[in-house]
């Protein structure tokens, strides 16, 4: 009898990972629908397309799965399961229906929280202590299928998103390990989740980096360590010069005692910015635009370009 047959949507190294898994067990994949890496995108992480083309396995890369092109393709690959795998992409119902042993997902979150895009991210930026990666059942509205299984993992008060995503990492492979043979027998245990206690969140864009200074040191301290690198980082706007803010120490003795008008700047070495409930030290930026900018104490970084 032959191996079901496997179609993978995947991205990212939560992709890599899983694929890789599925290709050293010997599962019948017979394709791979990914991403071209985008130019403008700080690829730091290794991607399915890597362990496809080392075990000869179809790589395609289709801008939209809805063509009837693109339809017929997936359609003559005649695939039993579906797993997609930080594929950044929605994959329609009609693709969905394709697969007679369903279609499943990988999200870094631990659902019913956090659905949607850029979930390690925005759990880092609101200090979540503890995260995950959820296999869930794929249906219409995103990420909002059963549940088959999850793992989380504790991450710092300091932990970037890069460090939280290793941590996490590890997570994806290891549930695939314990699910994929149910999920290939049928008989996988779904356990539909508490929409009560769902919450969603969109992708982040760089523009959502700008640092506002109404809110509380943590908050913002939070948001650096959520955008620093290698994602595109948090920012102010100075003139026509910009100010990264790869990270900055919200409890730094420097700062400690200082208070001040949000946005205002108490000291310039070390630089010192007034926040909502005291004052942050950023310790590492960098200037872009027209170039460095003079600052001065008693200037305001008022959120938004000056």
């Not at 659902?111 to 895009?117: A, E, F, H, I, M």
């Not at 850029?118 to 549940?147: C, F, Q, T, Y």
Request: aromatic share 8%; net charge neutral.
């Amino acid at each position: 009898m032959s191996k079901p047959r496997i179609l993978f949507f995947g991205y990212s190294e939560v992709g890599y990972e899983c694929l890789s898994l599925l290709l050293e067990r010997g599962d019948n994949v017979v394709a791979l629908c990914t991403h071209e890496d985008n130019p403008h995108e700080k690829i730091w992480f290794k991607t399915p397309a890597i362990a496809a083309r080392e075990k000869g396995v179809p790589v395609f890369t289709p801008e939209k799965l809805n063509s009837p092109e693109v339809l017929a393709q997936l359609e003559a690959l005649r695939p039993d399961l579906i797993l997609s795998v930080y594929y950044r992409n929605m994959i329609s119902t009609r693709v969905l229906a394709l697969a007679r042993l369903g279609a499943w997902n990988m999200h870094g979150s631990l659902l019913p929280k956090y659905r949607g895009r850029a979930p390690i991210n925005w759990a880092v930026l609101h200090g979540e202590p503890r995260i995950g990666m959820s296999l869930h059942r794929m249906v219409k509205a995103p990420d909002a299928g059963a549940v088959v299984d999850q793992e989380g993992v504790d991450i710092g008060p300091r932990d970037t998103a890069e460090q939280a995503f290793r941590k996490v990492l590890p997570c994806a492979r290891r549930v695939l390990a314990r699910q994929i043979d149910a999920l290939l027998a049928g008989t996988a245990k779904e356990t539909p989740q508490d929409e009560g206690q769902a919450t969603y969140f969109g992708g982040r864009r760089p523009e959502d980096g700008r640092i506002d200074w109404s809110k509380s040191s943590v908050d913002i301290f939070n948001l650096i360590r959520a955008v620093t690198d290698p994602y595109p980082g948090a920012f102010i706007d100075v003139g026509t010069s910009r100010l990264m803010v790869w990270w900055g120490e919200s409890d730094s003795p420097a700062a400690a005692g200082k208070r001040g008008r949000p946005g205002e700047i108490l000291s310039v070495a070390p630089l010192i910015v007034a926040t909502a409930d005291g004052a942050l030290e950023l310790t590492r930026t960098e200037w872009r635009g027209t170039g460095p900018t003079a600052l001065r104490v008693g200037q305001n970084l008022t959120p938004g370009p000056a």
